[in-house]
Nanobody, 125 residues
């Protein structure tokens, strides 16, 4: 009933920019914290950035000043603007939300820990 769908990945040269989007679909009435994670080959998944429903943000130290997370609550969408990209930013990027409130028929329900399918970001040197 509820899913996250990402878009915007691709191949870019070092120093370039990309914008990732992640839209939650379904009959949604609330979304809590949304975030972006990434996983490079042979490495563990790491948290890149989060944004609360009130707009409070948090970033991985290595992306501070280069990446910006934002959200449009009316569109149930979270964005990640990535500037000054480096080869070490190469990874599969996943969006995540810790809880979503949605309607199941006439009932209000909550689901937890949703993940998108992932989108590849490749930065060439």
């Amino acid at each position: 009933q509820v899913q996250l769908v990402e878009s915007g990945g691709g191949l870019v040269q070092a120093g370039g920019s990309l914008r990732l989007s992640c839209a939650a679909s379904g009959t949604i009435f609330s979304i809590n914290t949304m975030g972006w994670y990434r996983q490079a080959p042979g490495k563990q998944r790491e948290l890149v950035a989060t944004i609360t429903s009130d707009g409070i943000t948090n970033y991985l130290d290595s992306v501070k000043g280069r990446f910006t997370i934002s959200r449009d609550n009316a569109k149930n969408t979270v964005y990640l603007q990535m500037n000054s990209l480096k080869p070490e930013d190469t990874a599969v990027y996943y969006c995540n939300t810790d809880s979503i409130g949605y309607y199941s028929g006439s009932y209000r329900s909550y689901g937890y820990n949703y993940w998108g399918q992932g989108t590849q970001v490749t930065v060439s040197s």
